[in-house]
């Protein structure tokens, strides 16, 4: 099993004609390798890139990050974390990262405190106030 990093994974997922033969190439190394690990890291940059210069929307999205969750050549780190956080990501207004450590702090049982207000209106964070 090899890991994969942001650039690797993104290229795996999108179509990006300006970075074809990136594209073609992560593909290539990525189902030669059969199984890949994708760490917490990854999955949070794969998201805000996929957010931020792709553009894409929630349910493309989706599609794209359920489609490497349930493919057996991907494993995840934390999967059940992934789950939980893309769920609530796609609910709400706060941000991937921030759903992560959301779901993170909730599984240690503990309350999350922010000043995002975003954030704080998901159960299980407390806004403090400003």
């Not at 992560?26 to 957010?51: D, K, M, N, P, Y």
């Not at 405190?113 to 299980?124: I, S």
Request: contains cysteine.
């Amino acid at each position: 099993m090899l890991a994969v990093d942001t650039n690797v994974l993104v290229r795996v997922l999108v179509d990006d004609a300006t970075a074809s033969d990136q594209c073609r190439a992560a593909r290539q190394v990525v189902s030669e390798a059969g199984e890949v690990f994708v760490s917490q890291v990854v999955q949070i940059e794969t998201v805000w890139v996929l957010v931020s210069a792709y553009g894409l929307s929630k349910t493309r999205l989706q599609a794209a990050l359920g489609a490497i969750a349930g493919h057996p050549a991907f494993h995840l780190q934390r999967p059940e974390m992934f789950r939980v956080a893309l769920q609530q990501y796609l609910a709400g207004h706060a941000d991937f990262a921030d759903c992560m450590i959301l779901a993170e702090s909730a599984e240690a049982g503990c309350e999350l405190l922010t000043f995002d207000r975003k954030l704080g209106k998901l159960p299980g964070v407390r806004l403090i106030p400003r």
